[in-house]
């Protein structure tokens, strides 16, 4: 980030992108664990992510952009995933909360559970589960595209293990 400021690029916790991961300068494009970038489009939230997943979909997202294919997906359409192994137990986050979410758990076992955050709208905005192996990796992915399509989903039936999410997803 030194160099990039150096050179006039804006830099605020990173280098400041927008969602087509372009600087300021219209020459210069920034991906990865170096650039600060507008979470979920534009309201005015930016962040750092120092994953590898966010690295892989920015290169393709400025790479795309770089060569005017302005069809394909903006850092808009990602959502944030990240993942841990913690001996024999799975760690999944989809999203990102905010200070002023509202949170639930839905738990299925005593070693396998979710833990849900929606904002004011009732919209999932983050999902963070463990469980044994991979237990929980296809309600984190379900959570994913809930985010991503802006589901409205009650407190209420997300903490229900026993509702579906597939069926919560579709309304």
Same mark, same amino acid.
């Given at each position: 980030?030194?160099?990039?400021?150096?050179?006039?690029?804006?830099?605020?916790?990173?280098?400041?992108?927008?969602?087509?991961?372009?600087?300021?300068?219209?020459?210069?494009? @920034? +991906?990865? !664990?170096?650039? &600060?970038?507008?979470?979920?489009?534009?309201?005015?939230?930016? #962040?750092?992510?120092?994953?590898? =997943?966010?690295?892989?979909?920015?290169?393709?997202?400025?790479?795309?952009?770089?060569?005017?294919?302005?069809?394909?997906?903006?850092?808009?359409?990602?959502?944030?995933?990240?993942?841990?192994?913690?001996?024999?137990?799975?760690?999944?986050?989809?999203?990102? @909360? +905010?200070? !002023?979410?509202? &949170?639930?758990?839905?738990?299925?076992?005593?070693?396998?559970? #979710?833990?849900?955050?929606?904002? =004011?709208?009732?919209?999932?905005?983050?999902?963070?589960?463990?469980?044994?192996?991979?237990?929980?990796?296809?309600?984190?992915?379900?959570?994913?595209?809930?985010?991503?399509?802006?589901?409205?989903?009650?407190?209420?039936?997300?903490?229900?293990?026993?509702? @579906?999410?597939?069926?919560?997803?579709?309304?």
């Amino acid at each position: 980030t030194e160099l990039a400021e150096a050179s006039g690029l804006d830099v605020a916790n990173g280098i400041v992108v927008d969602s087509k991961m372009q600087t300021n300068d219209p020459d210069v494009f @920034a +991906a990865g !664990d170096c650039c &600060s970038f507008p979470l979920y489009g534009g309201d005015g939230n930016y #962040i750092r992510l120092e994953s590898w =997943q966010a690295v892989g979909e920015q290169g393709d997202i400025a790479a795309s952009h770089m060569m005017d294919h302005h069809e394909v997906k903006t850092c808009a359409d990602l959502i944030p995933w990240f993942w841990s192994e913690q001996y024999d137990h799975v760690l999944q986050v989809a999203g990102i @909360a +905010a200070n !002023d979410d509202i &949170s639930c758990e839905r738990e299925y076992e005593e070693t396998h559970h #979710i833990t849900f955050a929606l904002d =004011q709208d009732q919209k999932i905005t983050s999902a963070c589960g463990i469980a044994p192996q991979t237990k929980i990796a296809k309600d984190i992915r379900l959570a994913m595209k809930m985010i991503a399509t802006g589901s409205v989903v009650s407190l209420s039936d997300l903490a229900d293990s026993s509702a @579906a999410l597939k069926k919560l997803m579709r309304g």
